[in-house]
């Protein structure tokens, strides 16, 4: 039986339509994945805003926020605080005038910094203490190259940063 050029085309079609499926789910990983990380990557950017208004509110106030309902309660800082899935509040507590920290729970391990030492911070875990070589502060010079996805980096589950109010 001789195949027509047509039937020739529509085969090599097929198979190629296949394989690019195939390969994106390899790389991207399962829809599933996906939305966890782009869920993940939100709590580091509620984190990041977290950060930026506990630095607006010191300057104004000369301290740090008591709670996240102090620092919500600001007017002019619009920022969330709760988990977008679970809607449970993040963590925050001060550790002293200047140094506070953050916490989430995270559903998967953020890919680490290219090109340089993982900064995955794990304070919760008793792993920052001072002279701690991770580099966990927003000013931090070690991390000042780093973006915002390197300075957030994380395991999985519950995850917390120290930060250092500017």
């Given at each position: 039986?001789?195949?027509?050029?047509?039937?020739?085309?529509?085969?090599?079609?097929?198979?190629?339509?296949?394989?690019?499926?195939?390969?994106?789910?390899?790389?991207?990983?399962?829809?599933?994945?996906?939305?966890?990380?782009?869920?993940?990557?939100?709590?580091?950017?509620?984190?990041?805003?977290?950060?930026?208004?506990?630095?607006?509110?010191?300057?104004?106030?000369?301290?740090?926020?008591?709670?996240?309902?102090?620092?919500?309660?600001?007017?002019?800082?619009?920022?969330?605080?709760?988990?977008?899935?679970?809607?449970?509040?993040?963590?925050?507590?001060?550790?002293?005038d200047g140094r506070y920290e953050v916490c989430a729970t995270f559903a998967a391990e953020s890919a680490g910094p290219t090109g340089s030492t993982p900064i995955l911070q794990r304070s919760c875990q008793g792993c920052h203490g001072p002279g701690s070589p991770i580099a966990s502060r927003v000013d931090d010079p070690a991390a000042a190259h780093l973006g915002l996805r390197d300075l957030w980096a994380h395991g999985s589950g519950r995850q917390c940063f120290q930060m250092r109010a500017r």
């Open positions: 039986m001789k195949l027509s050029p047509r039937s020739i085309v529509l085969g090599a079609s097929g198979t190629a339509v296949v394989a690019a499926v195939v390969v994106g789910l390899v790389l991207l990983g399962n829809p599933s994945q996906e939305r966890e990380r782009r869920i993940d990557d939100r709590r580091a950017a509620d984190l990041h805003g977290i950060a930026a208004a506990t630095d607006l509110y010191r300057a104004r106030h000369g301290r740090l926020p008591a709670s996240l309902d102090d620092l919500a309660a600001e007017p002019g800082l619009r920022i969330s605080t709760r988990d977008p899935t679970s809607s449970e509040m993040y963590g925050y507590r001060t550790l002293d």
